[in-house]
T-cell receptor, first 116, second 115 residues
Framework: AQTVTQSQPEMSVQEAETVTLSCTYDTSESDYYLFWYKQPPSRQMILVIRQEAYKQQNATENRFSVNFQKAAKSFSLKISDSQLGDAAMYFCAYRAGGTSYGKLTFGQGTILTVHP | DAGVTQSPTHLIKTRGQQVTLRCSPKSGHDTVSWYQQALGQGPQFIFQYYEEEERQRGNFPDRFSGHQFPNYSSELNVNALLLGDSALYLC??????????????FGSGTRLTVV
């Protein structure tokens, strides 16, 4: 079974600074997708960024980027120029490949606090 | 374009009772998945419905059941409620057919409290 581990229960960052959230996963599959979701107090999960395992290039979405190390099964999220609105719970998630609709396996989450 | 709508937003039930939670998927989506999120934890997959049939199931007892209607909306039913069923229940919709779509759209969830 696939597992996703987030070893940082809480992280904090100053506004405008950079922070990195860690995630490791375990799988025996070669085709899969990795995601970072943000869950603010409104409770709705919002997709931040996704990475296809077959792509060597790290995904980037504006201030958000990932460091995908396939051999190490590591998938960290870097937030640059942090903003107050980035404060939320962040979840790393895994989905097996082959389809566009399989289940997501989530990590335990990291609470990010942004200080003004 | 409406996103995923869940109802009710909050619910309080007594141990042993039964509950039904509802989800309307995003327009154009045909697959609905349900997740249970305990306080301070990551969501756990319950099951997924497509074409009115359960297609995948997580490690949840038979007390958890569901249904999908022809309009793609879905219900999650939980029987014989336990205190441990208290959680946020999230619905996520996606599109199974057509071009590959990596996107899941989540609703804001139903907060269930069992007393």
């Amino acid at each position: 079974a696939q597992t996703v581990t987030q070893s940082q229960p809480e992280m904090s960052v100053q506004e405008a600074e950079t922070v990195t959230l860690s995630c490791t996963y375990d799988t025996s599959e070669s085709d899969y997708y990795l995601f970072w979701y943000k869950q603010p107090p409104s409770r709705q999960m919002i997709l931040v960024i996704r990475q296809e395992a077959y792509k060597q290039q790290n995904a980037t979405e504006n201030r958000f980027s990932v460091n995908f190390q396939k051999a190490a099964k590591s998938f960290s999220l870097k937030i640059s120029d942090s903003q107050l609105g980035d404060a939320a719970m962040y979840f790393c998630a895994y989905r097996a490949g082959g389809t566009s609709y399989g289940k997501l396996t989530f990590g335990q989450g990291t609470i990010l606090t942004v200080h003004p | 374009d409406a996103g995923v709508t869940q109802s009710p937003t909050h619910l309080i039930k007594t141990r042993g009772q039964q509950v039904t939670l509802r989800c309307s998927p995003k327009s154009g989506h045909d697959t609905v998945s349900w997740y249970q999120q305990a306080l301070g934890q990551g969501p756990q997959f319950i099951f997924q419905y497509y074409e009115e049939e359960e297609r995948q199931r997580g490690n949840f007892p038979d007390r958890f059941s569901g249904h999908q209607f022809p309009n793609y909306s879905s219900e999650l039913n939980v029987n014989a409620l336990l205190l441990g069923d208290s959680a946020l229940y999230l619905c996520a919709s996606s599109r199974r057919t057509g071009l590959p779509n990596y996107g899941y759209t989540f609703g804001s969830g139903t907060r269930l409290t069992v007393v």
